[in-house]
Structures are given as structure tokens and as C-alpha cells.
């Protein structure tokens, strides 16, 4: 690379740091968050673009993203500001060709999660995070600052003290860190269409002359760059998969029309002009995604943007909504995207360098699953490395980055090729029409969409951080499986019979816990288990530390007939009241009958671990303290004597 070879000849200035962010999206964001949990770590967090932030670009955030929102503390305001999709509505022709409602179903399944699916500008949220960030680290974005080449020294990739990758940066004119408007007065994502732009177009606009450069020598890289992924390109990986013929335009606007859901989530079917999707936002704003059947190409296929223009996408998007009437009186954002479904060979190069979120799967964004997986990916990562980095976990533990998200990515490209397909195609005419799309069919797939597209449904395969259970350990406890999310239902706290969420006891602080049953404690045989447990616990504490391992115990004894003193010092320090809950009815918010949904029996009991990203790693019985204790010695780091 000639501009490398250029900057190496020139003395730049160079530093040493833990973590190199690379691009300031949803994934970045979350990275940088989960990394300011972990004190001390010298984080770095760049992206090339300017700081201004663009209206557009993803919105939807479904119930499990909410869930981890809530665990850094900031889920409220996204509930508060954003609009909540509740029902989905279908849209037909009808015996006659004529468009009309057949069918809705709720846009999230009743009982998944407390949360449901919401809608809210991507800007918005991003602005959550800086928030979060400036109190938390501070750690700030560094904008209009591009990688310009990484180089990673093998040899060094399993030294705990190395710093075996090598990035120089370039710091860009804000010129140049300015995406392409295209000439449209309408702010427009058009610079950023996966399928629409190839990797030497985005490149070609951020090139400059005469910058400033700097050598940035890293522990780890976190590549969130995007569908263009600079860091994935000097990995040398590709993506995996195929892109269709079928091109989309997307308006955000503030719409008058006659038709009556347009404040509802809507999958619209017409009889031969294609499909439109209406996703209503905040602040009177909706989001059309509409069929483009017209569009223009240049001679290598590639749709030509610059004659996309936000009339085309209404005048297609009015065709396919007759007879109802649809103009807007604003527009603030349009663009355009060819649909593509893609997976990358590989996540991470030597457990040093990581790729996450549009660097290495990209799908159509109707499913509203984007922006969600993305943060997913570094939900999953970003723990794992801050506490490797502060030596609480074994670095082998790294490896399960790729094995457990690169599933998630083909499940989900696997989900949104159906889905895509299903979505674009023609409606069938009748039982006979084989070539068309099933209504039925496609109401069945929305139904059965929601579970995955809720991002609850995540099951982690066993490994290092997972281990199976047998079929009587899972049996103790059937609604937490091993390698699923740990569900929220409320409990009341011990000392002052205050309900909690469960989740809520358990905050992305980077700790594990130890999650005990203790049952019916009442009973001799349960009393004598929780006795004998509390010493096994007191040490696995002791061995690893308060900062790294949390005791959390719920039982299920009636609470008027229980002290705290009635349970060990492993469990409850002295002087503590906030480790200790039940199972019971609360004055005013109901009984959630957390043993029920947990499946948990209350003359049993359970040992629950839960991951720092809140996956149950281990499901066994209360005398069964040796998994634990197994478990923890395989992947965690105990404390120096």
C-alpha cells in the first residue's frame, strides 16, 4: 500500500493502548460502552466520518436489545422517546385486485419480555450512548480519523503483555470525512447502500493528499467499520453469500394519506405493482420501505444512485397503496438498497483482531434485525476482552466470539432470505397459484419471525463458557436453558419487600453470578443444603473476588416466616441487605411467580451461573456445587495470593 510505505518513511507519532474501536455505528457504540465497565483500560474509539449525525439509517429496537439497554441503565429514555409497535396489519388484494386489510397479529409476542419491539431514529440512540459514555468513562468518539494500514505480529498474539498489533491512523480534512449527498437536498443514505457501493468508492472519498498520521500499537482491534469493513479487507476475509435482484427505496417522512394504518407496523401486498412496509416512528415521522421495480443501472449492474430520486420513491410507493392516497407534507431522509445476504469466513484473526455487526453479516433491514445484532455482536465480545484485558478471565475464552456468533449470523441470514423472498414476491391469486406468495404463508413466517426477530430466542452451543447440562440438571430448572438469556420476572427483596425485575439485580457491570435457589427453606432437607452450600460459596467468593463473582439467592419460603439470619454467610454478607430475595406476592405489583416461569421447583431448588452478558453458563442442583466449582476454574482467573 503506497500510502503506507509512505507514512512508514515518516517519523509519526506512536502509542500503546488496550483497545482500538474502528467505526463510531450501533456495534461500535456498544463496545465502548460494555469497555468503560472495566476500569483502567486505555480504549480508543475512532471513526472517519465527521461528527455530524444524519437522520435515517436503522431504527428498530427489538425486546432483547431493550433488555440489555436496561442493564447499563439507560433503557427508559428509549421507551420514553420512542414509538412502540404493538400490532401488525396485513394488506391484500382482495377478489377483485383492490387493496384491503386481511389479518393482524401483535408485532411481539405477548410474554416474551417485559419490552417490546420499538421505533426510534438511530441518532437518538447513538446520542444515549455518548451520554453514557462521557459519565461513565469518559471515553469520546474521535472523529474524521480513518485506519490506513494494521499489521498483526503473530508471534506475539498469546503475550499478555504485547501489543501485537500495529495500525497507523490518518486524521482527515472534515472535507473529507463528509459522506456524498448526490446532489439531493434531502439528507440521504444513498453513501452508504451495501449493495449500491463498492468498497474503492467509499475509499475513494476519503482520500487526501498531505494529513497528519499516527501509529497506534493495540492488544485488540474491534473492527465495527461496516459493510465495507476496512478491517475486514486487510484480514483478507470475504464475505459469504448472494445478493438479489431486487432494489428498495426507503422514505422517512411525515405523510398525508387517507390510508387508515398508517400508524401501524404494515406488510403491504399489491396485486402487480410490489410491496411496501410501513413502520410508524417518533415524532409524527413514518418509514416506508418501498418495492422499486424501475430503477436505473450502470453498465457493471450496480444500480446508478444518483438517479435515485425520493419522488421516484414515492410515485412507486403511491402505485402500490392505490387507491388510497399518499403524499407527505416533510420529508427528512430517503435512500436506496439492493438486497443482500452475506456472512464473513471469519469473525476474528488471532483472537486479536475482531470483526462485529455489518463487517461481517449484512441482510435487508425490514426485519429490523440490523442494528440490533450488530450491538448483539459486541454484547457478546466486548465483556470477554475487558475482563481478559483485566485478568479475570482465561484468554481461550475469546475464541467463543466466532463460534457462538457466526451461528447467530448464518441463523439470521438464513431468516432473512425467506423472509426477503417472501416479502418481495407477488401475492398468489388463488389455492392454484403456485408462483405467488401465500398469504397464509406469509402471516405464518411474521408469526413465527417474531420469536427470532425478538433476539430472546439466542441459544448458545456448549463450550468453554457453556456447559451442557444433563437432562435432569436442566429438568430443575426448565425455563432457564442453558445458553438462552436469563429471563426477567419480578422478586421481592427479603429486608424491605421492594419488587425487582431480575434482570435489573444483575447490571452489565462485567461480575458473574452465582444464581441460588434455595427453594422452601423451611423444609430440613433444603435448610441442610443451603447450610452445607454457604461455606462451597464463601470460598468460589473468596477465590475470585466480589468484583468478579455476584451471590444472588431467591427462595421460595414464605417471607414473613424467613430471617436473613437463616441463611449463611456465603450467601449474604453481615451488614448486607440487597443479596437476599423471594418468591412472593408484592403489595402492589401482583405475584410474578418466579419459580413458576423460572420452572424451578420450590422443594428443590437450583445453582444458576450467569455469563457478565446475562447467558446461563451452568443449570445443576444445589448439591452439586463441584460443577460450579469445575466450571469457574476452567475459564475464570483467580485472584493473586
Not at 437522520?55 to 420512542?82: I, M, P
Not at 398508517?262 to 399489491?270: D, V
Not at 454484547?379 to 456468533?405: D, I
Request: charged share 25%; glycine share 8%; net charge negative.
Amino acid at each position: 500500500m503506497p500510502a503506507a510505505e509512505t507514512a512508514a518513511k515518516t517519523e509519526m507519532p506512536s502509542s500503546n493502548i488496550d483497545v482500538l474501536i474502528v467505526g463510531a455505528g450501533p456495534a461500535g457504540y456498544m463496545a465502548a460502552t460494555w469497555l468503560t465497565k472495566f476500569k483502567g483500560l486505555k480504549v480508543r474509539f475512532i471513526e472517519k466520518r465527521s461528527g455530524k449525525v444524519f437522520a435515517g439509517q436503522a431504527d428498530g429496537l427489538q425486546c432483547r436489545t431493550l433488555e440489555v439497554l436496561q442493564s447499563f441503565g439507560f433503557a427508559d429514555r428509549v421507551w420514553k422517546d420512542a414509538n412502540h409497535m404493538l400490532e401488525i396489519c396485513f394488506w391484500n388484494p382482495d377478489a377483485n385486485g383492490v387493496l384491503a386489510r386481511t389479518g393482524r397479529i401483535p408485532d411481539t409476542t405477548p410474554g416474551l419480555s417485559r419490552f417490546q419491539q420499538v421505533v426510534l431514529h438511530q441518532g437518538w440512540i447513538e446520542g444515549y450512548f455518548r451520554d453514557h459514555l462521557a459519565k461513565h468513562g469518559p471515553l469520546d468518539v474521535e472523529h474524521s480519523i480513518m485506519p490506513e494500514s494494521l499489521d498483526i505480529d503473530e508471534s506475539k498474539a498469546e503475550d499478555p503483555e504485547a501489543y501485537p498489533v500495529r495500525v497507523v491512523l490518518r486524521h482527515l480534512p472534515e472535507e473529507e470525512a463528509t459522506p456524498e449527498q448526490f446532489g439531493h437536498k434531502v439528507q440521504n443514505g444513498l453513501f452508504r447502500s451495501t449493495n449500491l457501493v463498492t468498497a474503492e468508492m467509499e475509499d475513494a472519498a476519503l482520500k487526501a493528499a498531505d494529513v497528519k498520521r499516527e501509529v497506534v500499537n493495540a492488544k485488540y482491534v474491534l473492527g465495527c467499520d461496516g459493510a465495507h469493513s476496512w478491517v475486514r479487507r486487510q484480514l483478507g476475509y470475504t464475505m459469504e453469500g448472494e445478493h438479489t435482484d431486487y432494489v428498495w427505496g426507503v422514505l422517512d417522512i411525515v405523510p398525508l394519506t387517507n390510508f387508515p394504518d398508517i400508524r401501524m407496523r404494515c406488510a403491504i401486498h399489491s396485486e402487480s405493482h410490489g410491496s411496501v412496509m410501513v413502520i410508524p416512528r417518533e415524532n409524527k415521522l413514518v418509514r416506508l420501505y418501498i418495492q422499486l421495480s424501475d430503477v436505473e443501472r450502470n453498465a457493471d449492474g450496480l444500480v446508478n444512485r444518483s438517479k435515485i430520486t425520493p419522488e421516484q420513491i414515492l410515485h412507486a410507493a403511491q402505485k402500490i397503496m392505490a387507491p388510497y392516497t399518499l403524499t407527505y407534507e416533510q420529508i427528512d431522509w430517503f435512500t436506496a438498497y439492493q438486497i443482500g445476504q452475506r456472512v464473513a469466513n471469519k469473525f476474528s484473526a488471532h483472537d486479536r483482531v475482531f470483526l462485529a455487526g455489518d463487517a461481517c453479516h449484512t441482510h435487508s433491514p425490514k426485519a429490523g434485525q440490523g442494528m440490533n445484532v450488530s450491538m448483539m455482536d459486541q454484547y457478546n465480545l466486548a465483556w470477554k476482552v475487558g475482563s481478559v484485558l483485566t485478568g479475570k478471565l482465561q484468554r481461550h475464552a475469546l475464541s467463543t466470539y466466532q463460534s457462538e456468533r457466526q451461528q447467530i449470523a448464518r441463523d439470521l441470514i438464513a431468516f432473512d432470505k425467506k423472509f426477503a423472498a417472501l416479502f418481495s414476491g407477488k401475492p398468489a391469486k388463488d389455492a392454484a397459484d403456485a408462483a405467488g406468495i401465500s398469504l397464509d404463508e406469509f402471516k405464518e413466517v411474521f408469526r413465527k419471525g417474531n420469536l427470532f426477530a425478538s433476539g430472546v430466542a439466542v441459544s448458545y452451543s456448549p463450550s468453554s463458557l457453556i456447559v451442557a447440562p444433563t437432562p435432569a440438571q436442566q429438568a430443575l430448572a426448565t425455563g432457564l436453558p442453558v445458553g438462552m438469556r436469563f429471563n426477567s420476572f419480578k422478586v421481592l427483596n427479603q429486608s424491605d419487600a421492594r419488587p425487582w425485575e431480575f434482570q435489573d439485580l444483575m447490571p452489565s457491570d462485567g461480575r458473574w453470578r452465582l444464581v441460588v435457589f434455595a427453594g422452601d427453606i423451611r423444609t430440613p432437607t433444603l435448610k441442610a443444603s443451603i447450610a452445607a452450600l454457604g461455606p462451597r460459596v464463601e470460598k468460589l467468593v473468596a477465590t475470585y473476588g466480589e468484583k468478579t463473582l455476584h451471590v444472588l439467592t431467591c427462595h421460595a419460603a414464605p417471607r414473613e416466616e424467613v430471617e436473613l439470619s437463616d441463611f449463611p454467610r456465603g450467601l449474604r454478607r453481615e451488614h448486607e441487605y440487597w443479596s437476599v430475595y423471594v418468591d412472593a406476592p408484592s403489595y402492589h405489583e401482583g405475584d410474578a411467580k418466579a419459580y413458576e416461569n423460572y420452572g424451578v421447583g420450590k422443594e428443590t431448588g437450583a445453582l444458576v451461573v450467569v455469563r457478565p452478558d446475562g447467558y446461563v453458563s451452568v443449570v445443576c442442583g444445589l448439591g452439586e456445587v463441584e460443577v460450579v466449582e469445575r466450571f469457574l476454574e476452567g475459564c475464570l482467573v483467580a485472584l493473586k495470593a
